[in-house]
C-alpha cells in the first residue's frame, strides 16, 4: 500500500547503521543519536502480518511520545525530539538485555500460568484463590529477557539476571524503582481517561555518560494493556470478559482465524475491509487513552515527508 510505512531505505548524512525490528525502524547518525521510525507494520504472535495499517506507526509513535513527555519528571528519557508524526529523535543508548514488565492484575500471560497451577512468575509469587483480571495485592515485576531478532523473550528472575550478569545489582534496583514509578504514573494518567492500566512493559538503556534511562515506546496499545473501569467490577463478580483496550482484538480475530504464529499455520486474508477496521480501531486506542482527537498525517507521500522532517531536523542540530 502506497499510503502506509512498510520499510524505509533512508541514507541520512553521518548514518552509521540501520536496525530493523518487528515494527521500528532506528537509524544510528554518527553514534550520537537514534532516528527511530514506527512503521506501519503489524505483528501478532512475534510475526509480521503481510499487509500494513494505515496510521498505526503515527498513533504509536505519538502515544509513546506524549507518554515520555507526561512521565519525564519521574525518569529519564532518551527523546530529543519528534520532527515528524512517525519519527522520535534521541540520544543512542546501549539497551539493557531485558523487558522490565509490570502487572497490576492477574491477565494474559500471567493468567495462563496461573491457570496451569503456576504459582510463581519469575520468582514472584502470586496468592492463590484469585480468577482471571482481579487486581494483585501489589503490583508484581516479572522481566523477560530481550533476546536478538528471531528470539523468543523468556521469562527470567531478578535473582537470574543478576547472577548471570544481564544487568549488574546496583543498575537492576534502579530499573526497578523506575519501572514501579512509571506504573503508577501510568496508572494515575489511565483513571483520568476512565481506564485500568492492567500491565505494560519498559526498556531501559544507559547513555554514554552512564545515565539510566527510559527507551522504545511507553504505555502504547502495542505494549500495555488497559481495561475500561467502568463496569469492571460488575463483571469481574459475574466472571465475565473485561472490556479492553490493547492489540488483542487482533490477536482475537486472528486465532478466531485459525493463526497463534504456529509451524504450518497460514495467516489469514486481510482485506481491505479488515485494513480499516483495524486502523480505525487504533485511533480509537488512541483518542480514548490521550483523551485528544486523533488528527491523520498527511499520507500523500509519507517517505519523502519522513525523509524531508528528518533532515530538516538534522541540518538544525
Known amino acids: 500500500m502506497s499510503n502506509t510505512i512498510n520499510n524505509t531505505a533512508f541514507n541520512f548524512p553521518n548514518q552509521k547503521s540501520v536496525y530493523k525490528g518487528k515494527v521500528r525502524e532506528v537509524y544510528n547518525i554518527n553514534d550520537e543519536i537514534l532516528v527511530m521510525i514506527a512503521s506501519d507494520r503489524l505483528s501478532a504472535f512475534d510475526v509480521i502480518m503481510p499487509k500494513q495499517i494505515p496510521y498505526k506507526g503515527q498513533i504509536l509513535n505519538q502515544i509513546a511520545s506524549k507518554m515520555m513527555e507526561a512521565t519525564k519528571d519521574i525518569v529519564p528519557n532518551w527523546i530529543i525530539a519528534v520532527p515528524d508524526p512517525n519519527v522520535a529523535v534521541g540520544h543512542l543508548c546501549k539497551p539493557f538485555k531485558v523487558e522490565m514488565v509490570i502487572r497490576g492484575y492477574l491477565s494474559g500471560h500471567a493468567a495462563r500460568e496461573y491457570k496451569l497451577g503456576k504459582r510463581l512468575l519469575c520468582g514472584v509469587p502470586m496468592p492463590e484463590g484469585m480468577k482471571e483480571n482481579d487486581k ?7 522481566p523477560s529477557t530481550k533476546e536478538d531478532k528471531g528470539l523468543h523473550d523468556v521469562d527470567i528472575s531478578k535473582e537470574d539476571i543478576i547472577a548471570k550478569g544481564i544487568v549488574l545489582k546496583e543498575d537492576y534496583e534502579v530499573l526497578e524503582k523506575y519501572t514501579r514509578a512509571l ?8 483513571a483520568k481517561q476512565g481506564l485500568i492500566l492492567v500491565d505494560t512493559k519498559y526498556e531501559f538503556g544507559k547513555t554514554k555518560e552512564g545515565k539510566i534511562v527510559l527507551i522504545d515506546e511507553i504505555h ?22 473485561q472490556k479492553q483496550l490493547s492489540k488483542e482484538f487482533v490477536r482475537q480475530w486472528l486465532i478466531a482465524n485459525g493463526f497463534q504464529g504456529l509451524e504450518g499455520q497460514q495467516i489469514p486474508e486481510m482485506t481491505e475491509e479488515k485494513i480499516t477496521e483495524i486502523s480505525n480501531r487504533y485511533i480509537e486506542l488512541y483518542e480514548n487513552i490521550t483523551g485528544e482527537k486523533f488528527i491523520k498525517a498527511d499520507l500523500t507521500n509519507i517517505i519523502q515527508r519522513i525523509e524531508n522532517n528528518v533532515l ?3 541540518n538544525q542540530n
Do not use: C, H, N
Open 136 to 142: 494483585f495485592p501489589e503490583p508484581i515485576i516479572t
Open 183 to 190: 506504573f503508577e504514573r501510568g496508572t494515575e494518567i489511565a
Open 220 to 241: 502504547t496499545p502495542d505494549s500495555s494493556r488497559y481495561f475500561y473501569a467502568d463496569g469492571y467490577e460488575v463483571r469481574q463478580s459475574r466472571g465475565e470478559a
Open 312 to 314: 530538516t531536523f538534522l
